[in-house]
């Protein structure tokens, strides 16, 4: 059973962002002009053997692209494959941990992801640190994104280092899982990993035979801090899977990659 860790049921405004330009013309994503039935998602995972699949909110400065409400709905059509990943205003901080509290508590999400690239500010600014929080609180991971960002946006703000080196430091009861491998910092990413017990990566926006070979080796050393993640639907996990086994995991790695962190981690 395979949990894919990263993914999007998208909406028409969300897929037909202009940010997004790159992603179409790299991958092919076709431009939607009505709302994709969420049939289309589980499909997809069918196709990639993925069981369970974390779908993301998205919330960015000029409001929400995919909605808390939005993906509850995605998750009541299928509860038994998709849970829910809340995102939230970052410049109103009281009404984000209200927000965040009504999607844990009420709706029953498992995470919060904040992307740094879309509010061009760092995981270290002031104000994410009430989110921060009110993680530990609910007993919730702070999911984000390292690395360079694909879409029209600053990458600055996906540095490890300082930046998540900074949030790992200052909440040291937070799990903090950085999506996108961390790639061009791949190693600034292992090393925080391996540095705080509750930092994990995961492979999200990346294929299998496109995984720098730092993580590859990482992999088997530290195969209970790396979770697989597709990015769908910019990367389907039947594609992002394809080439797995050229890896050369053992059965105990893979298992831990595949399902075992994130059942952990996400407490599924």
């Not at 946006?153 to 009861?173: H, K, M, N």
Request: aromatic share 10%; charged share 25%; with cysteine.
């Amino acid at each position: 059973m395979t949990i894919d860790a990263w993914m999007q049921h998208p909406t028409v405004r969300f897929i037909r962002h202009d940010m997004f330009e790159p992603l179409r013309r790299w991958t092919g994503l076709p431009m939607l002009d009505e709302e994709p039935p969420v049939e289309l998602t589980i499909a997809a995972m069918d196709a990639a053997g993925v069981r369970r699949g974390l779908i993301s909110a998205w919330h960015g400065p000029d409001g929400p692209l995919i909605s808390n409400d939005e993906v509850a709905s995605f998750v009541a059509a299928y509860p038994d494959r998709l849970a829910g990943v809340a995102a939230v205003d970052l410049r109103r901080p009281m009404d984000a941990i209200r927000e965040l509290r009504r999607a844990v508590r009420e709706l029953g999400f498992v995470g919060l992801r904040v992307l740094p690239w879309l509010w061009e500010l760092p995981p270290n600014d002031r104000r994410y640190y009430p989110l921060y929080a009110e993680c530990v609180e609910l007993g919730i991971p702070f999911c984000t994104q390292a690395g360079h960002t694909g879409p029209l946006r600053t990458s600055e703000t996906g540095r490890p280092i300082p930046y998540l080196d900074d949030v790992a430091l200052d909440f040291p009861e937070l799990t903090i899982v950085a999506g996108h491998i961390g790639y061009p910092w791949t190693e600034e990413m292992i090393s925080l990993a391996r540095k705080y017990p509750n930092v994990y990566i995961d492979t999200s926006a990346y294929t299998a035979n496109r995984y720098p070979p730092e993580l590859v080796r990482y992999l088997g050393g530290g195969r209970h801090k790396v979770l697989f993640g597709s990015n769908y639907p910019m990367i389907t996990a039947d594609k992002a899977l394809q080439e797995l086994d050229a890896l050369g995991l053992d059965d105990a790695v893979r298992e831990a990659f595949l399902t075992g962190n994130a059942k952990r981690v996400f407490g599924l």
